[in-house]
């Protein structure tokens, strides 16, 4: 062998640049040991005391855990730092990986339909776009409140900062109704006689296109849901109002002609055949 090998009497060996054989010779203090920390945050898991140099320590507790927030679920991932042998004091912490929550989107459609682009979820750090696409007739879409009065501002989206489960509500606003015209302006009939007039109500997706018939004599003729019943000779104005818009009209004169003027022609010349020719 070459070079020297010291004991110092006590717990030690000392080695200075020694071989056997040819081989380098390994330095290495038997008795030093030292201690290993295991941390979970400001936690201390587990204390491993006595660990010689050279070994490879083993956490022996539970997996750790961290628990869930608003933004984030964790699971275990590694120590940091990586475990390796022992060469001194060292504390192992955990880490985890990190999984942004996902959150529920619940729309209240108001009776109305999405038609596409349907959101039922967000993630965190992601957002969501909300439906635009969304119809209900008779009536103009006014946008997503975060409230059932629907009111405050429109909301367009989640944003990526948000989080928490979410209910919106959708805003409707009715279409007014715009004109009323009849089918006829006017008509002829004979007593016992009967016509129906037709109304049409603009714009086509009105809100409430009902209306309300009414006579201006229902001695002369009376009016049932646009049916016109001629009860006797004389003239009155057949109305049909719009229920949604009482300021909008359309009116069809009614000529009701005794039953032996069935035939009459244009007695007085006036271009028109109604009550003033029975007079002539």
Same mark, same amino acid.
């Given at each position: 062998?070459?070079?020297?090998?010291?004991?110092?009497?006590?717990?030690?060996?000392?080695?200075?640049?020694?071989?056997?054989?040819?081989?380098?010779?390994?330095?290495?203090?038997?008795?030093?040991?030292?201690?290993?920390?295991?941390?979970?945050?400001?936690? *201390?898991? %587990?204390?491993?005391? +006595? $660990?010689? !140099?050279? #070994? =490879?320590? &083993?956490?022996?507790?539970? @997996?750790? /855990?961290?628990?869930?927030?608003?933004?984030?679920?964790?699971?275990?991932?590694?120590?940091?730092?990586? *475990?390796? %042998?022992?060469?001194? +004091? $060292?504390? !192992?912490? #955990? =880490?985890? &990986?990190?999984?942004?929550? @996902?959150? /529920?989107?619940?729309?209240?459609?108001?009776?109305?339909?999405?038609?596409?682009?349907?959101?039922?979820?967000?993630?965190?750090?992601?957002?969501? $776009?909300?439906?635009?696409?969304?119809?209900?007739?008779?009536?103009?879409?006014?946008?997503?409140?975060?409230?059932?009065?629907?009111?405050?501002?429109?909301?367009?989206?989640?944003?990526?900062?948000?989080?928490?489960?979410?209910?919106?509500?959708?805003?409707?606003?009715?279409?007014?109704?715009?004109?009323?015209?009849?089918?006829?302006?006017?008509?002829?009939?004979?007593?016992?006689?009967?016509?129906?007039?037709?109304?049409?109500?603009?714009?086509?997706?009105?809100?409430?296109?009902?209306?309300?018939?009414?006579?201006?004599?229902?001695?002369?003729?009376?009016?049932?849901?646009?049916?016109?019943?001629?009860?006797?000779?004389?003239?009155?104005?057949?109305?049909?109002?719009?229920?949604?818009?009482?300021?909008?009209?359309?009116?069809?004169?009614?000529?009701?002609?005794?039953?032996?003027?069935?035939?009459?022609?244009?007695?007085?010349?006036?271009?028109?055949?109604?009550?003033?020719?029975?007079?002539?």
């Amino acid at each position: 062998a070459e070079g020297t090998l010291l004991y110092d009497g006590e717990d030690k060996i000392e080695l200075s640049a020694a071989t056997l054989n040819g081989k380098t010779l390994t330095w290495k203090e038997p008795y030093t040991t030292y201690t290993v920390t295991w941390m979970n945050g400001e936690d *201390v898991l %587990e204390t491993d005391e +006595n $660990v010689e !140099y050279g #070994a =490879t320590p &083993t956490y022996d507790g539970a @997996t750790p /855990t961290k628990a869930e927030d608003e933004k984030y679920t964790y699971k275990f991932k590694e120590w940091s730092p990586a *475990v390796s %042998e022992v060469t001194g +004091n $060292v504390t !192992y912490t #955990a =880490t985890f &990986t990190e999984t942004a929550k @996902t959150y /529920t989107i619940t729309l209240n459609k108001n009776d109305g339909n999405i038609n596409s682009d349907n959101v039922t979820k967000y993630t965190y750090g992601q957002g969501a $776009v909300l439906p635009t696409d969304v119809t209900k007739t008779g009536y103009t879409f006014g946008g997503w409140f975060d409230n059932a009065d629907c009111t405050g501002s429109a909301i367009a989206s989640v944003s990526d900062t948000e989080t928490g489960d979410k209910t919106y509500y959708a805003k409707w606003t009715s279409v007014t109704v715009t004109r009323v015209t009849l089918d006829k302006t006017s008509i002829t009939l004979t007593v016992d006689g009967t016509e129906t007039l037709t109304a049409t109500v603009k714009p086509d997706d009105a809100t409430d296109k009902s209306v309300t018939w009414s006579s201006s004599d229902p001695a002369v003729a009376r009016v049932v849901g646009g049916t016109v019943y001629a009860l006797d000779w004389g003239e009155c104005v057949i109305t049909a109002k719009s229920v949604d818009n009482s300021n909008l009209t359309a009116d069809c004169l009614i000529y009701v002609l005794p039953e032996q003027q069935a035939n009459s022609t244009d007695v007085n010349g006036d271009g028109k055949t109604d009550v003033s020719d029975v007079n002539v």
